[in-house]
């Protein structure tokens, strides 16, 4: 009843002042205070009354179900006594009012607001204690009921109620008129789910299978049957996307699944997704699909501020926004980022929050990661606490995911941020910036409990050298939590007033007292000074058990990718199921169409980082490009290693080089990463010239996965390095976390995420069976027998070479092509 209500009742503003600081806190203490008023009300009071009724509408029926806070009796004439306007009545309603006693509905709302401010009901509280009274009435056979409205602080426990009465015919001509405005969109609904059902019987795969794909698409449909975990290693050119894609709509076809999310890392991961989609609605399926696109790339505002005073589109969002989404959802079925733009634009409402209403009218979400796993973002609309689907999770490029959880499960507390936001505090407190008593003493609360923390923290500073791990830090989040319900209070009272860094810094506090919840032994929790800076951070080691418990919402979890090797690694960081299936799936191209060279006479080594190493890959890359005119990529491990590599290009050569080079730039936009493929795309000769294009890029960046570039639009990649990460803090600290697990903790911490950099950045190049192409490793530790070991099957005919011989090597691999 609460979801009917507001759903059907919403209206007002879009307004982050509102800081939802609170929410788990008040469910949590509004419990609490339900419990003790429900005790209190005496002995004719009932609580937590199940009540639903089916509702017939033409050709299906609709099941509203909800529980009452409380029902009680009282005698009628004193309760109509507290009911303004009612006492004198007319005659025609007098008459359903003669019975001595009157049954009440209790609806009780704990609040942070001061209850004696309220004038009167919330409406949408109000609607849903009306469904009560209505099915109440009609299942007892009573001819009117009393509404009691129960507010109460969740703090001071202040408690204001308001009080009402309807006769039954009042009640009842309201609940038809609600279940009218709700019933098209349950048509709308039963629509929708018929055409998918009806839609994909039947229906056969789009394309003739390629070698391994049926057993691919086999695999993930009895995953999803046995309602179990798979994770797939499948190489680029098998057509992961719908392999995948297509066996799990068919499973929702026949009622194993109720909508499919398919998570990506990168947005042209979800483009491809989105095509995938559209093939198959051109084949005949009937589905809507939405693709979730961030904040900050769909507003159409300069500063994404979503209040109304800041943004004409959050002012009445959602007086509209249900009228857009009918007409969306009944003229749309691709609801992409321009389409979704578009009908935001029509209805003046905001484009994110309009994208995120979209999910619960479509059977098919394509979105990043974060929506599913990430504490802070996930769609609570589908995952909230103690909140299930027949959902099913298809979890592209999986091996970026044990990197993404570790950071959304990771948490830090600064403490110069804690001091900043102390002395703010303060100073509120001190010289008032509101005339609102409530504010200033939550004000002079959050100065003090910040005080405290910081000092906390000042302890904690003065035993730490350099790097701490932390037995247990319990002491410090009792504190941590103390400061930030002061602080929440604060925003609650003064949401007109919220400094962005005060909110920046809650908001950072509250995701590291949530962290703390679930800290256990997958956690490193440690502190550092480093940069002049102090903090305390709680490191997700092994992101296992929080993902699982993500995947846990929803009936089946499938994880693929390119580069899922070795597959025990990322098993063991993203399930704690050992009944996990694993599928490997051969390449179904020729290698030898691939040229695999891996130089000898190269070093990436930090104490090898010197002008004879960068010239010598600088004489690497003119050899390869002189020996076919075409388009290449070159990784490197960082921007500072290509940056030295760009420097020798251009003092030996100046005018006269031997390709022509474009290279990443940090920071790119969007529309810069557009042009930078399309030079790929189609190349863009000079008149007269004949040279390679060459693009310089950064590994395990935006360009070395997830781009297609097919045929002759790249045939050759060079990748400088292993892969590997600097030694660093925390890389060291997941090391030893591994060591003491029994494991090799080099290879976890460094070894293993490395080489994977490398199979992404190869595999840029074979995208198709019709392609051919080069790629070299230019670092001689890919000869060693712990990289070889990790190498792809496919990847057995790798060639040692040196810069005297790639040219002759290189060139033999082309003279075959006509063979």
């Not at 490191?539 to 499938?558: D, E, F, K």
């Not at 025990?568 to 199921?577: I, K, N, P, S, V």
Request: glycine share 6%; with cysteine.
């Amino acid at each position: 009843m609460r979801n009917l209500v507001e759903f059907i009742f919403r209206s007002g503003d879009i307004d982050n002042r509102r800081t939802g600081a609170k929410e788990k806190q008040a469910m949590e203490a509004g419990s609490r205070l339900h419990r003790k008023i429900q005790r209190q009300m005496g002995s004719t009071y009932e609580s937590e009354v199940s009540l639903k009724q089916e509702v017939e509408m033409e050709d299906f029926r609709i099941r509203v179900e909800g529980r009452a806070d409380g029902i009680f009796s009282e005698k009628t004439s004193h309760f109509l006594k507290k009911v303004p306007d009612r006492e004198e009545m007319d005659s025609e309603d007098a008459v359903f009012f003669q019975s001595e006693t009157l049954y009440v509905i209790d609806e009780i709302k704990g609040i942070y607001r001061d209850p004696g401010k309220l004038k009167k009901p919330v409406p949408v509280h109000k609607a849903q204690a009306m469904c009560y009274a209505y099915i109440y009435a009609l299942q007892n056979h009573r001819s009117a009921m009393g509404v009691q409205m129960t507010y109460s602080h969740l703090e001071t426990e202040e408690i204001r109620r308001f009080y009402d009465c309807y006769t039954f015919a009042e009640l009842e001509k309201w609940f038809q008129e609600l279940m009218g405005q709700y019933e098209r969109w349950a048509r709308l609904e039963q629509v929708m789910k018929k055409d998918l059902r009806e839609s994909l019987s039947g229906m056969e795969f789009p394309f003739p299978y390629r070698p391994g794909q049926r057993k691919l698409a086999v695999s993930v449909y009895r995953s999803i049957e046995q309602k179990a975990e798979l994770f797939i290693q499948a190489p680029t050119g098998i057509g992961k996307t719908m392999s995948v894609l297509f066996p799990a709509l068919k499973a929702m076809g026949e009622g194993l699944g109720e909508r499919v999310f398919y998570l990506t890392a990168k947005t042209i991961t979800r483009t491809v997704a989105q095509e995938a989609f559209d093939i198959l609605r051109s084949r005949g399926l009937k589905i809507h699909s939405v693709t979730i696109t961030a904040k900050e790339k769909i507003c159409p505002m300069e500063d994404c501020v979503c209040n109304p005073e800041r943004c004409e589109r959050a002012k009445g969002h959602f007086d509209r926004v249900n009228e857009a989404l009918y007409d969306m959802l009944s003229h749309e079925v691709c609801m992409n980022r321009e389409n979704v733009s578009v009908y935001a634009d029509r209805y003046q409402v905001c484009p994110f929050e309009f994208n995120l209403d979209l999910t619960l009218w479509s059977q098919g979400i394509i979105c990043d990661y974060n929506y599913v796993f990430d504490p802070n973002v996930y769609l609570r609309r589908f995952f909230g606490e103690n909140v299930q689907g027949d959902y099913i999770f298809l979890v592209d490029e999986a091996h970026n995911l044990p990197d993404r959880a570790r950071e959304m499960f990771s948490a830090a507390l600064v403490k110069e941020d804690v001091l900043k936001a102390g002395k703010l505090m303060k100073e509120i407190a001190d010289v008032p910036l509101t005339d609102t008593p409530d504010a200033l003493r939550a004000a002079a609360r959050s100065s003090r409990a910040l005080k405290t923390l910081n000092k906390q923290l000042l302890s904690l500073k003065k035993e730490t050298d350099q790097v701490m791990v932390l037995e247990g830090i319990s002491h410090l989040y009792d504190h941590s939590l103390r400061a930030q319900e002061c602080i929440s209070s604060f925003l609650e009272e003064t949401r007109n007033q919220a400094d962005e860094d005060l909110l920046d810094f809650f908001f950072e506090l509250r995701h590291f007292n949530a962290i703390c919840e679930i800290l256990d032994d997958s956690y490193v929790p440690y502190c550092s000074v480093e940069g002049g800076h102090f903090q305390v951070k709680l490191l997700c080691a092994n992101p296992a058990v929080n993902v699982h418990n993500c995947i846990q919402r929803g009936i089946s979890t499938v994880f693929f990718s390119a580069t899922m090797l070795p597959m025990h690694y990322y098993r063991e960081l993203l399930t704690t199921d050992e009944q996990a299936y694993a599928v490997y799936v051969d390449s179904p191209f020729d290698n030898t169409r691939r040229l695999l060279a891996v130089a000898e006479d190269v070093s990436s080594r930090y104490t090898m980082r010197n002008p004879v190493q960068y010239g010598r890959i600088l004489d690497y890359i003119v050899q390869v490009t002189a020996r076919r005119t075409g388009n290449y990529l070159v990784f490197f491990p960082s921007y500072q290693y290509m940056m030295e590599v760009v420097s020798i290009f251009e003092e030996r050569y100046g005018e006269t080089a031997p390709f022509r080079l474009i290279r990443q730039e940090q920071g790119m936009s969007e529309n810069d990463r557009d042009a930078f493929l399309q030079e790929f795309a189609g190349v863009q000769e000079e008149e007269g010239e004949n040279r390679s294009l060459v693009g310089f890029c950064v590994i395990g960046g935006i360009f070395s996965e997830g781009i297609d570039l097919t045929g002759e639009q790249l045939i050759g990649a060079f990748v400088v390095g292993t892969g590997l990460a600097q030694i660093s803090t925390e890389g060291e600290l997941l090391k030893n976390y591994f060591e003491k697990q029994g494991k090799r903790g080099y290879d976890y911490a460094y070894r293993f995420p490395g080489i994977n950099k490398v199979f992404q950045a190869a595999g840029r190049v074979i995208r198709t069976a019709g392609d051919r192409g080069v790629v070299v490793l230019l670092d001689n530790r890919m000869l060693l027998e712990n990289h070889v070991r990790l190498f792809p099957m496919d990847w057995d005919n790798y060639q040692e070479v040196n810069v005297r011989t790639v040219g002759n090597v290189v060139e033999r691999f082309w003279g075959r092509e006509n063979d």
